[in-house]
């Protein structure tokens, strides 16, 4: 690993919404921060489903003051990534994408970062450290033989590649819904699998209804309460709560049974961790973790409840790292 490069102020590890909120509000009070992530710009949203349109309107997804123009009454994904590329030429960001931050340590006064990019792996000195990296790049797996085969996904991509095809969809939240609803609109064969007997009350108020009237007409074949016992190239073995165990036929398996932030990174840089909740340990006001210099923003800082924190609410983070804030929590609205 090689040394020697320039002390930065600071670097933020995660070029998504928060973390660029976050590297405004820097520059805003004074720094030059270094923004890395491992994939691109806004790496989750290039993730979501091709069309996908936000539930959120344009102000909520808004950040360092600059107003995000739609089309539509909510903004689709290629809105979206429009505007936070417009963001950080805008803002003049300096960012460097598929750069990876594989851990810190602090060295005497300075921090050290260990970053490794497509050519080589540095030390990179700093002063402070934010990591606003997100949870969408580890899902929760699992567990069972076969996840990893090539037509097993953990991400929802496009509907249209499914015409046709036997489809198992697993997970029974928003997302693995809004996907199995997608696929059968587009002519794909879906079942759905779903661990408990039924679906929470937190499912969005319009998928709901037309989840459960799909499978009542017989359009979707669903398996609730069942667990997925192995996939391999042709079905998905199942058992369900009264101990039978059925083989269903699979073309394409998305495995839609939710993320978690980066806890092995949490734990080579030092940050204690609650291994109930997952939540890292950091100050409320100034989100500062345990290790001197070391600030959490976003999602990240719910732990495992990643349905707290959004784009909505995350996005003011920087202002608590970098403000004087006053004890006030902009997510809130309240001390």
């Not at 006001?285 to 995350?314: M, Q």
């Amino acid at each position: 690993m090689s040394a020697g490069r320039d002390v930065e102020d600071v670097v933020i590890a995660g070029a998504g919404p928060i973390g660029l909120a976050c590297a405004i509000s820097a520059k805003q009070h004074g720094a030059d921060p270094l923004v890395v992530d491992a994939g691109s710009v806004v790496n989750s949203v290039v993730h979501y489903p091709v069309g996908m349109t936000f539930f959120t309107t344009p102000d909520l997804l808004e950040i360092g003051g600059h107003p995000l123009a739609c089309a539509g009454q909510k903004p689709t994904r290629e809105e979206t990534l429009k505007y936070y590329r417009g963001v950080v030429r805008s803002e003049g960001l300096r960012v460097r994408t598929y750069t990876t931050l594989e851990s810190a340590a602090r060295e005497k006064d300075l921090l050290v970062c260990a970053l490794r990019d497509r050519h080589e792996s540095y030390r990179q000195p700093c002063r402070r450290l934010v990591l606003a990296t997100g949870y969408y790049d580890h899902a929760n797996l699992l567990g069972v033989p076969g996840e990893q085969l090539p037509h097993v996904s953990h991400r929802f991509d496009e509907a249209h590649r499914s015409f046709g095809l036997d489809v198992v969809v697993i997970g029974g939240k928003n997302s693995a819904i809004e996907a199995a609803l997608e696929l059968y609109r587009a002519g794909a064969r879906v079942t759905l699998v779903y661990r408990r007997p039924e679906f929470k009350p937190t499912v969005k108020y319009w998928l709901k209804p037309d989840i459960e009237n799909r499978i009542k007409a017989g359009e979707i074949a669903a398996r609730l309460g069942a667990e997925v016992l192995a996939i391999d190239d042709r079905a998905v073995a199942i058992r369900d709560a009264h101990g039978r165990e059925e083989r269903l036929p699979a073309d394409r398996v998305y495995a839609l049974t939710g993320y978690h932030p980066d806890f092995d990174l949490f734990r080579r840089v030092g940050i204690a961790v609650d291994e109930s909740t997952g939540r890292p340990q950091c100050d409320p006001e100034t989100l500062e973790t345990n290790v001197p210099g070391v600030h959490l923003a976003g999602s990240i800082t719910a732990g495992r409840a990643t349905s707290e924190i959004f784009i909505e609410n995350g996005r003011f983070d920087g202002e608590r790292i970098f403000g004087a804030g006053g004890g006030r929590n902009p997510r809130t609205g309240g001390a």
